[in-house]
């Protein structure tokens, strides 16, 4: 319609005339990828149920977060949530206490007795088979399992949970949390053989005879050793092994001094457990601690920085930049580790391959040495089906795909396996799990619309080195409200109202949910992208 | 009518021919949205006028009525007799730019308030006639460039003082005097229904961006009123029978210079000598303000950072329901 027509009018109503014409630019509503979600190696959508639990709809959040992760209680306490590093509101007072919110929704799950659902009725035809009951396999078999999939995991141990399980001391996450949430897995109707090595008890061939589809989730339990032939002594161990014999209930009897070699959150676990089975304990870590290079990765202590600090509280030495160069026996028993100073961890090709300085040897007293110097998968009769490749129906996941190695990690991983399973299946095309959506960062965001609000944290059990007690107490109820409304809904509409009151033109219409832009009179001012808290408005031009 | 929104009934609805981004027509729909639809709404000549009323057109979904420049009070007067006449309680509201309240209508508020009529009289300050094309007004802040205060070798703007209206009113000893603005609906909101709830004259001055005559980008009108206030130079306070009720605290001074420089009607203050003396005169006169109203000692929790903080699912809206929708389904 041209201007010159609109002009000739009858008395009425102003909403005859379309402001709308008047436009350049025009807002749109546009959801981003919060941070916290773009750093989750689970990729759980932690804005939607933050927001769920704001709301104090506990189940309904619960359901949300277990769409990508069916272990929120474990990972809540167990994860370095890397999606609390990345959360906007550590510019504006502190990170939301993710992770306490992610344990808080599972402990009240398996309080409460919530069971997962299945997502359909029918029931597939084709078979899929998960090798090794860690978070990898445990995770795709969930997510096979709710939509229709018969799945069975195989496990060589005589307990599920894989790492979890076998590597994570109770201090730090009680088995019968993990128990509780692998019990809802498996009353999907997902079958559990344990006790069961594919390779020796059951051949591989069979296993791809009888199965349709293979998911190789055998997590890196073979620690990598150093040169000695001391292993498996009373003197010398790896950490693997020192933390599955504490997991399993034996009970050891330490020397006076042990020492943990590694700069990893293995060598931080045994350290700890060594401390509460009376021991001075120094680590022995070939890089610096952490901050000391602005965080660049290499030159800092691999661990988590959260760990070190509970490990440091509870008295556990640390000998940063130092590296063994060898056992000091006297007759069968250890009397300590000689170390001398690292000069670069990695050599110029960028492998870790420490560089130490002669002359510089100091004797660490040690009857125990505990090598914690990383660990790989373990291939032995299944080395046919790693290298068969998902064309021929052989998926790898988890640990032992040598991805970064966090639990939530192969969690991601598990669901990643079971989406490109049931595509292949289906034979349909897998699209990778990337998100579409703009990420967003504080500076597109009005920060100063939110109010500042001191983050909460669990209590810490004070009682801690006399027993494998859980140290960090989970958030109370009052808190984990708290910490959900802190949620700054990161590019997110969280009908604040601010677009519908700013609005000169009355063009952003209230609905019962969220709003809706009336382009016949909005002018394009831009207010409402302004003046949105979370930057869920994009202002864009205006096709001519 | 027009009932696009099921959340409130847009007293003042769309396809008006506001500027984009415009301040009065935000603040505008905010009041009258919070007064509703019952009401008899009284117009001065201005932007407001003009563009609510364009062509035949009205924008308005209330009682409304517009006669010359200077006499809106008088005839909200006239208006507030009669219904009193007839026994009935209607509210009636006068709106007026900072025209038809500093200079041109001054006389008939005055009289208004002084016979003691029960009107609720809203300014709407833009700082300047706009729709006519930017002149100032005795409401003009020192030192803006307007077209008949235009900066030069003589002068940096316009050379007098905004005319400190608030306390002209306030000398009334009326029952409730309040200024306000666009950012802080909660603080507008608490007002505009206080002010609802007591009989006899009362005023409302709203500070209200304008992006053409205050040269800012549209999209900073809500920004640009919140920095008025957070620098001092716009205070927020209460009034009621000439004493000083209530402020709304600084949570932090910031600098008028934040305020200012969006803003090219401030431009030419940037950059020269003689425009550097009146920057410091500016940021005087907010720490005068700031200092007279204890902007920053208010012993309150209203504050410019808790009155701003939103809330998922809003801090409520308005009192105009959508009640008669239901009644024509």
Redesign the interface.
């Known amino acids: 319609m041209s201007a010159s027509a609109k002009?000739a009018?009858?008395?009425?109503?102003?909403?005859?005339?379309?402001?709308g014409d008047?436009r350049s630019e025009q807002p749109l509503y546009r959801d981003k990828w919060p941070p916290c979600s773009q750093t989750c190696p689970a990729a759980e959508d932690i804005q939607a149920w933050l927001?769920l639990a704001?709301?104090q709809q506990w189940q309904a959040a619960w359901r949300t977060l277990t769409e990508r992760n069916p272990f929120p209680a474990t990972m809540g306490r167990i994860c370095y949530h890397p999606c609390e590093s990345g959360c906007n509101r550590k510019h504006l007072d502190s990170a939301v206490n993710i992770h306490g919110m992610e344990r808080y929704l599972g402990d009240l799950a398996i309080a409460e007795g919530w069971q997962h659902k299945l997502l359909t009725e029918i029931s597939q035809s084709q078979r899929i088979a998960v090798v090794g009951a860690g978070p990898a396999g445990l995770s795709c078999a969930f997510q096979l399992a709710r939509r229709g999939y018969p799945v069975t995991i195989f496990d060589a141990q005589s307990t599920p949970g894989g790492t979890l399980s076998s590597g994570i001391p109770d201090y730090r996450l009680p088995k019968s949390v993990l128990q509780g949430e692998i019990d809802a897995i498996l009353a999907l109707g997902v079958q559990l053989k344990l006790n069961t090595r594919i390779g020796i008890e059951i051949s591989a061939d069979s296993l791809r005879e009888d199965f349709d589809a293979v998911f190789l989730a055998v997590g890196a339990l073979q620690p990598r050793t150093y040169p000695d032939d001391g292993y498996g002594s009373h003197s010398v161990m790896s950490g693997v092994d020192f933390l599955r014999r504490i997991n399993a209930g034996e009970s050891l009897s330490l020397p006076k001094h042990v020492a943990v070699i590694g700069g990893g959150n293995t060598a931080i676990d045994a350290a700890r457990c060594a401390r509460r089975l009376g021991a001075e304990v120094t680590v022995v870590c070939p890089q610096d601690p952490h901050g000391s290079h602005h965080h660049q990765q290499g030159t800092e202590m691999p661990a988590s920085l959260r760990e070190v600090v509970e490990a440091e509280t509870e008295g556990v030495n640390f000998r940063y930049r130092a590296g063994v160069r060898r056992l000091v026996r006297s007759g069968e028993h250890l009397s300590g580790i000689e170390v001398a100073r690292v000069d670069q961890v990695h050599d110029r090709h960028g492998h870790f391959n420490p560089l130490l300085f002669e002359g510089t040897e100091e004797l660490v007293p040690a009857g125990l040495a505990v090598f914690a110097i990383g660990q790989e998968a373990d291939w032995y009769g299944l080395e046919d089906l790693s290298q068969a490749g998902e064309k021929s129906g052989v998926w790898i996941g988890g640990d032992a795909a040598g991805k970064p190695r966090l639990a939530a990690s192969a969690v991601g991983s598990g669901y990643q396996a079971a989406m490109s399973i049931i595509a292949t299946l289906k034979d349909e095309s897998f699209v990778s799990d990337t998100h579409k959506k703009a990420q967003i960062i504080f500076k597109q965001m009005q920060l100063?619309?939110?109010?500042k609000q001191p983050r909460r944290e669990g209590e810490i059990n004070q009682q801690r080195l006399t027993g494998f007690d859980e140290v960090n107490k989970g958030l109370v109820d009052g808190d984990a409200e708290h910490e959900a409304?802190r949620c700054l809904?990161c590019g997110v509409c969280?009908?604040?109202?601010?677009c519908?009151?700013?609005?000169?033109?009355?063009?952003v219409?209230?609905?019962?949910s969220g709003y809706e832009i009336?382009y016949?009179?909005c002018?394009?001012?831009?207010?409402c992208?302004?003046?949105c808290?979370c930057g869920h408005i994009d202002?864009k031009p205006v096709a001519e | 009518m027009d009932k696009r929104d099921p959340f409130r009934h847009n007293v003042l609805t769309s396809g008006h021919r506001a500027c984009s981004g415009c301040g009065e027509a935000m603040a505008a729909r905010m009041v009258t949205d919070l007064i509703g639809p019952d009401a008899i709404y009284v117009n001065a000549t201005g932007c407001l006028q003009v563009f609510t009323t364009h062509n035949q057109q009205s924008a308005w979904q209330a009682p409304w009525i517009h006669s010359v420049f200077a006499n809106a009070a008088a005839v909200a007067s006239g208006v507030e007799a009669a219904l009193r006449a007839k026994g009935k309680e209607t509210p009636v509201v006068v709106q007026a730019g900072d025209g038809g309240t500093f200079d041109i209508g001054l006389q008939c508020l005055s009289g208004m308030i002084e016979r003691g009529h029960d009107v609720l009289f809203v300014c709407y300050d833009n700082e300047a006639y706009m729709n006519t094309g930017v002149q100032r007004s005795s409401s003009t802040p020192h030192a803006v460039r307007t077209t008949t205060s235009p900066p030069g070798r003589l002068s940096q703007g316009k050379h007098h003082l905004k005319k400190d209206v608030i306390s002209i009113i306030a000398a009334h000893h009326l029952p409730y005097a309040a200024t306000a603005t666009v950012a802080y609906f909660p603080d507008l909101k608490a007002k505009v229904e206080k002010a609802m709830t007591i009989k006899g004259p009362r005023f409302l001055h709203i500070l209200s961006p304008c992006p053409l005559g205050w040269e800012h980008d549209s999209a900073l009108s809500v920004t640009v009123s919140r920095l008025a206030v957070e620098t001092g130079l716009f205070p927020l306070v209460e009034l009621e029978h000439g004493e000083l009720t209530g402020v709304m605290r600084l949570a932090a001074q910031r600098p008028v210079e934040e305020y200012l420089r969006p803003q090219g009607r401030f431009k030419h203050l940037f950059g020269s000598k003689e425009g550097a003396v009146e920057l410091r005169h500016l940021q005087a006169l907010a720490d005068a303000r700031i200092r007279r109203y204890g902007l920053l000692s208010a012993d309150t929790e209203w504050d410019t950072e808790s009155v701003a903080q939103v809330q998922r699912h809003g801090r409520g809206g308005y009192v105009s329901a959508p009640q008669e929708m239901d009644d024509e389904r």
């Open positions: 002009l009018v009858a008395p009425g109503s102003s909403t005859a005339y379309q402001s008047w927001a704001s709301d100063h619309y939110y109010p409304g809904s969280f009908e604040c109202d601010n519908w009151h700013f609005c000169p033109d009355a063009a219409i209230k609905k019962e009336d016949d009179y002018k394009g001012c831009g207010i992208a302004q003046e808290p202002m």
